[in-house]
C-alpha cells in the first residue's frame, strides 16, 4: 500500500483546508485509514480514522465538530476537510493505513502504511 497526501498550506486562524490522501495498491474492505499530526518538538498525535467502507468514524475530541473524515472508493482517496482551525493545530498531517484489522484505532503503531506528510500552517 502506498499512500501520498497532499494539500496542506498556510491558512488564517478560522479558515479551512482539505487535506487528500491518495491510496494506491491493496485496497480491502478491512483497511482502515487514518489521519494523524506531528507539530515541531511534540509526539505524533491522532487526528481520526474511518473504515475502507466509510460507514464508521472516530475523531480526537479537540477536532470534533470541525474536522470530517471521508473515503471515496472510487478514486481511493480519503479526504481530511478541516474548518475553524486554529494555530496550535500547525502540523505536518500524515495519512496512514492500517490492514488486516476492521477495529477502528488511535494508536500510530497500528497503522503499519504512512504518506509522507504534508504541512498544515496555520497563522494567528
Known amino acids: 500500500v502506498q499512500l501520498q497526501a497532499f494539500g496542506g498550506g498556510l491558512v488564517q486562524a478560522g479558515d479551512s483546508l482539505t487535506l487528500s490522501c491518495a491510496v494506491s495498491?491493496?485496497?480491502?474492505?478491512?483497511?482502515?485509514m487514518g489521519w494523524f499530526r506531528q507539530a515541531p518538538g511534540k509526539e505524533r498525535e491522532f487526528v481520526a480514522a474511518i473504515t475502507w467502507t466509510g460507514r464508521r468514524t472516530i475523531y480526537v475530541d479537540s477536532v470534533k465538530g470541525r474536522f470530517t473524515i471521508s473515503i471515496d472508493n472510487a478514486e481511493n482517496t480519503v479526504y481530511l476537510q478541516m474548518n475553524s482551525l486554529k494555530a496550535e493545530e500547525t502540523a505536518v498531517y500524515y495519512c496512514a493505513a492500517r490492514e488486516g484489522n476492521i477495529n477502528l484505532s488511535r494508536t500510530a503503531s497500528a497503522y503499519v502504511y504512512w504518506g509522507q506528510g504534508t504541512q498544515v500552517t496555520v497563522s494567528s
Open positions: 495498491g491493496r485496497t480491502f474492505p478491512s483497511n482502515i
